[in-house]
């Protein structure tokens, strides 16, 4: 079975600071790993995946993500928020191996982000 | 490609009503998932196909929910009667390898 944690359900930042997005998983394999975001009233978007042996994956808008397996870690970053990124954001892992990646989500994080 | 197509956007119907949500995937894309989003559950996997045929309806409530892929380009799920309890948006995604293509999303309103 797998699951996902993520560590704070709103993270507020300041615009121009640094964004961390905490995500915790478990698996009994090793992983795929995602991160998607949805916009209000929108559906979810892919912002980058872990799927092979880069742990360092850069995704869309700047984002980017450390795979940790000795952690079982795989949060998220950005240097520097800007006003646009304040969104939700899913952590979520799939099983490798087959052809069916389903998904398993955490409850996600509120990104705000303050002028 | 114009992505995962949903409809209705918005459905409000009443307790006790039949109520059908549509998809279409992307056109290539072998996998279809349906997913319910709540405040107090989360996103939740309901059901998903693999070259159309139900591969794992686990997570599907109860016997009142019910999704078929008649063909590659068209899904349904639907809830026979409905509930207030199941008051929620659902999402159609369709994946290409391991990365899912996400619709809009219905928001069902069950008064």
């Known amino acids: 079975a797998q699951s996902v944690t993520q560590l704070g359900s709103h993270v507020s930042v300041s615009e121009g600071a640094l964004v961390l997005l905490r995500c915790n998983y478990s698996s009994s394999v090793p992983p795929y790993l995602f991160w998607y975001v949805q916009y209000p009233n929108q559906g979810l978007q892919l912002l980058l995946k872990?799927?092979?042996?880069?742990?360092l994956v850069k995704g869309i808008n700047g984002f980017e993500a450390e795979f940790k397996k000795s952690e079982t870690s795989f949060h998220l970053t950005k240097p520097s928020a800007h006003m646009s990124d304040a969104a939700e954001y899913f952590c979520?892992?799939?099983?490798?191996?087959?052809?069916?990646?389903?998904?398993?989500f955490g409850k996600g994080t509120l990104l705000t982000v303050n002028p | 490609d114009a992505g995962v197509i949903q409809s209705p956007r918005h459905e409000v119907t009443e307790m006790g009503q039949e109520v059908t949500l549509r998809c279409k995937p992307i056109?290539?894309?072998?996998?279809l998932f349906w997913y319910r989003q709540t405040m107090m559950r989360g996103l939740e996997l309901l059901i998903y196909f693999n070259n159309n045929v139900p591969i794992d309806d686990s997570g599907m409530p109860e016997d009142r929910f019910s999704a078929k892929m008649p063909n590659a380009s068209f899904s349904t799920l639907k809830i026979q009667p409905s509930e207030p309890r199941d008051s929620a948006v659902y999402f159609c995604?369709?994946?290409?390898?391991?990365?899912?293509?996400f619709g809009q999303g219905t928001r069902l309103t069950v008064v």
């Open positions: 979520a892992v799939s099983a490798r191996g087959g052809s069916n990646y389903k998904l398993t």
């Open positions: 872990y799927t092979s042996a880069a742990t």
């Open positions: 056109s290539g894309h072998n996998s």
């Open positions: 995604a369709s994946n290409k390898g391991t990365e899912a293509f």
